[in-house]
C-alpha cells in the first residue's frame, strides 16, 4: 500500500551547519507518527521540509506516491511551534477567516465544540490563555478536514490538565482515522498517541519503530543485572542520545 | 488568484485596523492636529517672518508702542518687535538666531547688529536700510498685485500634510506590519493555507488603499468644516490623483515589506526613506531654487508628484490633463514597485 506520506533523502545545509543529514522514511494512513529527539536534533526542520514551508536543499517528499502538488496546502492541516495569529479578531472570527481560505471545510461550530473553545470563541485570540491558544492552533490545523495533520510540539509550555485535555482531542481526532505526523519532547507523550515513532539526533534518525519495537531492540541491561522490563521510552531515548545537555 | 481568499484577507487587515483604537484614532487625529495647529499660527494677525529685537527696553516682551527706531522701518509688515533690556542680552540672542537683528533706540544714526550668518538677518538688515531711503525712490519701481483669488499658506500646506500623513501610513502600515507578522509567525501559518503571495499582498495593497481614501475623506471633511479650502479644480480629480498616490505608496510600502525579520532595521530604513520624502516632496516648503541635485532626488519620490499634481488640481485649478506627467511617473513607479515587491516577498525569511 502505497504510504500517504514519504521523505526521501531529505538535506537541508544552513552554509556550514546540516540540520538534516539524509533523512528518509514513510508513514502510512491513519497513524500517528512520532518525531522524536533532542534540542536541535532536525525534527522541526524535516516536517517543515515536508509541509513545505522551508525548501530541501536536497532530496523529495512525496504525497500519495507522487510529488507534491498545488492541491497539497489543501490537504493539510499545521499546528506550528511558534506562531501569532491575526490581531483583534476573536477565537470564532480567526476560525472563520482562516476557514474561509480553503475549499474543504469543517463546521466552525463543531470544531469549537471539538477542542473545547466554545466558551472562549467571542474572545479576542490575544487575551486567551496558553492552553486556549494551543487548542485554537490545534482547531486552526483542523479547519480544513486535513487528510494529513502536522503537529509541532503541540503540548510544550501547557500546565498537566491542559496538556491532558490536548491529548484527549488528540485523541479524538486519531480515533477519526486522520493520520498525524508529531514531534514532542515529552516521552509520556509520545507513547500515549504515537503508533509509530522516530528518533533523531544530529539530523539523523537514529531508531525507529514501535514503542515495543524501540524497548526490545534498543534497551541495554545497565550491568546491575536488572532486566529491561522495567525499562520505557525515556529510557530509550537517552541511551540513544546521551546524557550530554543540548541546547 | 480567488478573489474570496483575497477578499478574506482584506477583510481581516481592515477589522484590524478599525479595531485598533490607538492607531485607528492617531491616523486621523495626527494629521487634523497639524492642520488646526498651522492655521492657528499663520491664520492669527500676530505671525512674523523675521524678529528684530530693539534695546534698551525693560520688561523683554514684544513691543507694541512707539520706539524710538526708524519709523519706515518699524511699520514693516511681517517684522516681530521683541525688546531687549540690554546689548549684551540682545547680542546673545542674535548669536543664537533668536533674533536676526538688533537696534538700539535712539536717534539717527542708529546702531544696529546683525549675524553674518542669518540669511533673515540679512534681508532683514536691507528692509532696514530701504526704510531710510527716500519716499521717491519708488518711484524708479512699478508695482503690480497678482490678480484672482489668493492661495492661503494653509491652501498650499494642507495637501502636504494629507499627502505626508498617507506615506507615514502606506509605508508604515504596510511594510513594518508585514515585516512584524514574518517575524511573528502569522506569514508562516498563512503560507501552510492555500493563500498565494499575489493574494496576500493584493488584499494587504487593496486594504491600505481602502483605509488611506477613507482617513483622507474623514480628515478632508472635518478640516473644511474648520478652515473651509477652496477647491479650484475638480474634486473627481483630486479624488483620482490621490487613489494612485495611495497605490503608489503603498506599492512602495510592499517592496520595503518583501523582505526580511528584523523590525528595528526596518524601522531604520523606513525612517531613512520618509524623512528625505517628507523635507524634499515639498510637504512644508517648497524646494524651489534648490540644487538641481535636490530636485533629483525629490523627483524619486512618489509623493513630490502626488502633491505636485493635488496642488496644481486644488490651488490652480489644473485638469487631469495638466497634470498627466505626474500621473504618469506615479502610475510607472507603481508598476515598477508591485514587480519589484511581489518577486521579492518572501513568507519567512
Same mark, same amino acid.
Given at each position: 500500500?502505497?504510504?500517504?506520506?514519504?521523505?526521501?533523502?531529505?538535506?537541508?545545509?544552513?552554509?556550514?551547519?546540516?540540520?538534516?543529514?539524509?533523512?528518509?522514511?514513510?508513514?502510512?494512513?491513519?497513524?500517528?507518527?512520532?518525531?522524536?529527539?533532542?534540542?536541535?536534533?532536525?525534527?522541526?526542520?524535516?516536517?517543515?521540509?515536508?509541509?513545505?514551508?522551508?525548501?530541501?536543499?536536497?532530496?523529495?517528499?512525496?504525497?500519495?506516491?507522487?510529488?507534491?502538488?498545488?492541491?497539497?496546502?489543501?490537504?493539510?492541516?499545521?499546528?506550528?511551534?511558534?506562531?501569532?495569529?491575526?490581531?483583534?479578531?476573536?477565537?470564532?472570527?480567526?476560525?472563520?477567516?482562516?476557514?474561509?481560505?480553503?475549499?474543504?471545510?469543517?463546521?466552525?461550530?463543531? +470544531? *469549537? &465544540?471539538?477542542?473545547?473553545?466554545?466558551?472562549?470563541?467571542?474572545?479576542?485570540? @490575544?487575551?486567551? $490563555?496558553? =492552553?486556549?491558544?494551543?487548542?485554537? +492552533? *490545534? &482547531?486552526?490545523?483542523?479547519?480544513?478536514?486535513?487528510?494529513?495533520?502536522?503537529? @509541532?510540539?503541540? $503540548?510544550? =509550555?501547557?500546565?498537566?490538565?491542559?496538556?491532558?485535555?490536548?491529548?484527549?482531542?488528540?485523541?479524538?481526532?486519531?480515533?477519526?482515522?486522520?493520520?498525524?505526523?508529531?514531534?514532542?519532547?515529552?516521552?509520556?507523550?509520545?507513547?500515549?498517541?504515537?503508533?509509530?515513532?522516530?528518533?533523531?539526533?544530529?539530523?539523523?534518525?537514529?531508531?525507529?519503530?514501535?514503542?515495543?519495537?524501540?524497548?526490545?531492540?534498543?534497551?541495554?541491561?545497565?550491568?546491575?543485572?536488572?532486566?529491561?522490563?522495567?525499562?520505557?521510552?525515556?529510557?530509550?531515548?537517552?541511551?540513544?542520545?546521551?546524557?550530554?545537555?543540548?541546547? | 488568484?480567488?478573489?474570496?481568499?483575497?477578499?478574506?484577507?482584506?477583510?481581516?487587515?481592515?477589522?484590524?485596523?478599525?479595531?485598533?483604537?490607538?492607531?485607528?484614532?492617531?491616523?486621523?487625529?495626527?494629521?487634523?492636529?497639524?492642520?488646526?495647529?498651522?492655521?492657528?499660527?499663520?491664520?492669527?494677525?500676530?505671525?512674523?517672518?523675521?524678529?528684530?529685537?530693539?534695546?534698551?527696553?525693560?520688561?523683554?516682551?514684544?513691543?507694541?508702542?512707539?520706539?524710538?527706531?526708524?519709523?519706515?522701518?518699524?511699520?514693516?509688515?511681517?517684522?516681530?518687535?521683541?525688546?531687549?533690556?540690554?546689548?549684551?542680552?540682545?547680542?546673545?540672542?542674535?548669536?543664537?538666531?533668536?533674533?536676526?537683528?538688533?537696534?538700539?533706540?535712539?536717534?539717527?544714526?542708529?546702531?544696529?547688529?546683525?549675524?553674518?550668518?542669518?540669511?533673515?538677518?540679512?534681508?532683514?538688515?536691507?528692509?532696514?536700510?530701504?526704510?531710510?531711503?527716500?519716499?521717491?525712490?519708488?518711484?524708479?519701481?512699478?508695482?503690480?498685485?497678482?490678480?484672482?483669488?489668493?492661495?492661503?499658506?494653509?491652501?498650499?500646506?494642507?495637501?502636504?500634510?494629507?499627502?505626508?500623513?498617507?506615506?507615514?501610513?502606506?509605508?508604515?502600515?504596510?511594510?513594518?506590519?508585514?515585516?512584524?507578522?514574518?517575524?511573528?509567525?502569522?506569514?508562516?501559518?498563512?503560507?501552510?493555507?492555500?493563500?498565494?503571495?499575489?493574494?496576500?499582498?493584493?488584499?494587504?495593497?487593496?486594504?491600505?488603499?481602502?483605509?488611506?481614501?477613507?482617513?483622507?475623506?474623514?480628515?478632508?471633511?472635518?478640516?473644511?468644516?474648520?478652515?473651509?479650502?477652496?477647491?479650484?479644480?475638480?474634486?473627481?480629480?483630486?479624488?483620482?490623483?490621490?487613489?494612485?498616490?495611495?497605490?503608489?505608496?503603498?506599492?512602495?510600502?510592499?517592496?520595503?515589506?518583501?523582505?526580511?525579520?528584523?523590525?528595528?532595521?526596518?524601522?531604520?530604513?523606513?525612517?531613512?526613506?520618509?524623512?528625505?520624502?517628507?523635507?524634499?516632496?515639498?510637504?512644508?516648503?517648497?524646494?524651489?531654487?534648490?540644487?538641481?541635485?535636490?530636485?533629483?532626488?525629490?523627483?524619486?519620490?512618489?509623493?513630490?508628484?502626488?502633491?505636485?499634481?493635488?496642488?496644481?488640481?486644488?490651488?490652480?485649478?489644473?485638469?487631469?490633463?495638466?497634470?498627466?506627467?505626474?500621473?504618469?511617473?506615479?502610475?510607472?513607479?507603481?508598476?515598477?514597485?508591485?514587480?519589484?515587491?511581489?518577486?521579492?516577498?518572501?513568507?519567512?525569511?
Amino acid at each position: 500500500m502505497t504510504p500517504l506520506i514519504e521523505a526521501r533523502h531529505l538535506v537541508k545545509t544552513y552554509k556550514s551547519l546540516t540540520a538534516v543529514d539524509d533523512v528518509s522514511f514513510d508513514i502510512s494512513r491513519g497513524i500517528c507518527f512520532g518525531l522524536l529527539g533532542p534540542n536541535g536534533a532536525g525534527k522541526t526542520t524535516t516536517i517543515e521540509m515536508m509541509e513545505g514551508i522551508i525548501s530541501a536543499t536536497s532530496g523529495q517528499v512525496y504525497y500519495k506516491g507522487a510529488p507534491r502538488t498545488g492541491s497539497f496546502n489543501e490537504e493539510i492541516g499545521i499546528q506550528f511551534q511558534h506562531t501569532a495569529l491575526l490581531s483583534f479578531l476573536t477565537v470564532r472570527e480567526t476560525l472563520k477567516t482562516f476557514q474561509k481560505l480553503y475549499h474543504r471545510t469543517a463546521d466552525i461550530d463543531s +470544531l *469549537l &465544540a471539538t477542542c473545547n473553545l466554545l466558551d472562549i470563541q467571542n474572545q479576542y485570540n @490575544d487575551r486567551i $490563555s496558553g =492552553g486556549q491558544r494551543q487548542r485554537l +492552533l *490545534l &482547531a486552526l490545523a483542523l479547519v480544513n478536514r486535513p487528510e494529513l495533520l502536522f503537529l @509541532d510540539e503541540p $503540548s510544550t =509550555g501547557l500546565d498537566p490538565q491542559a496538556r491532558r485535555n490536548l491529548w484527549d482531542i488528540v485523541l479524538n481526532i486519531k480515533s477519526r482515522g486522520k493520520t498525524i505526523i508529531l514531534t514532542t519532547h515529552y516521552m509520556e507523550e509520545a507513547e500515549l498517541l504515537c503508533d509509530e515513532i522516530a528518533i533523531m539526533d544530529h539530523g539523523r534518525i537514529i531508531a525507529r519503530g514501535t514503542v515495543t519495537d524501540l524497548i526490545r531492540t534498543h534497551c541495554r541491561d545497565d550491568g546491575t543485572g536488572r532486566p529491561c522490563a522495567d525499562a520505557n521510552l525515556e529510557t530509550v531515548f537517552i541511551q540513544l542520545t546521551g546524557r550530554q545537555l543540548r541546547e | 488568484m480567488r478573489f474570496k481568499r483575497l477578499w478574506v484577507m482584506f477583510a481581516a487587515r481592515n477589522l484590524e485596523f478599525f479595531r485598533d483604537r490607538a492607531a485607528f484614532g492617531w491616523n486621523f487625529l495626527f494629521p487634523f492636529l497639524i492642520v488646526a495647529g498651522f492655521a492657528i499660527v499663520f491664520g492669527g494677525k500676530t505671525f512674523s517672518e523675521y524678529k528684530a529685537g530693539v534695546f534698551p527696553v525693560d520688561p523683554p516682551v514684544a513691543i507694541h508702542q512707539r520706539m524710538e527706531i526708524p519709523e519706515g522701518f518699524q511699520s514693516t509688515k511681517y517684522v516681530e518687535f521683541v525688546g531687549v533690556p540690554s546689548l549684551e542680552a540682545g547680542l546673545l540672542l542674535l548669536k543664537q538666531h533668536k533674533i536676526d537683528l538688533l537696534i538700539r533706540q535712539g536717534t539717527a544714526p542708529y546702531s544696529y547688529w546683525t549675524n553674518a550668518s542669518s540669511p533673515k538677518g540679512y534681508v532683514l538688515e536691507k528692509m532696514l536700510i530701504a526704510s531710510l531711503q527716500p519716499e521717491n525712490a519708488a518711484a524708479l519701481l512699478s508695482r503690480q498685485v497678482v490678480q484672482g483669488k489668493q492661495v492661503r499658506y494653509i491652501d498650499w500646506l494642507f495637501p502636504g500634510i494629507l499627502g505626508m500623513n498617507m506615506m507615514f501610513s502606506a509605508l508604515w502600515g504596510v511594510g513594518y506590519v508585514v515585516v512584524r507578522y514574518r517575524k511573528n509567525g502569522v506569514l508562516k501559518r498563512l503560507k501552510a493555507t492555500p493563500l498565494t503571495a499575489m493574494e496576500y499582498l493584493s488584499a494587504q495593497l487593496l486594504s491600505r488603499i481602502f483605509l488611506l481614501m477613507f482617513t483622507l475623506l474623514v480628515v478632508w471633511i472635518g478640516c473644511d468644516i474648520l478652515l473651509s479650502f477652496d477647491v479650484a479644480g475638480s474634486y473627481f480629480d483630486l479624488a483620482l490623483v490621490f487613489f494612485l498616490g495611495c497605490l503608489s505608496l503603498t506599492a512602495m510600502g510592499l517592496v520595503l515589506a518583501s523582505r526580511g525579520t528584523s523590525e528595528e532595521f526596518t524601522s531604520g530604513i523606513l525612517n531613512f526613506i520618509s524623512w528625505p520624502m517628507m523635507f524634499l516632496s515639498e510637504v512644508w516648503f517648497s524646494i524651489e531654487g534648490a540644487p538641481q541635485w535636490v530636485h533629483w532626488i525629490a523627483a524619486a519620490f512618489p509623493l513630490t508628484h502626488l502633491l505636485s499634481a493635488v496642488r496644481k488640481i486644488m490651488n490652480d485649478g489644473a485638469g487631469l490633463a495638466d497634470v498627466m506627467p505626474e500621473l504618469a511617473i506615479l502610475s510607472a513607479m507603481t508598476g515598477v514597485c508591485l514587480v519589484v515587491g511581489a518577486s521579492l516577498f518572501s513568507w519567512n525569511e
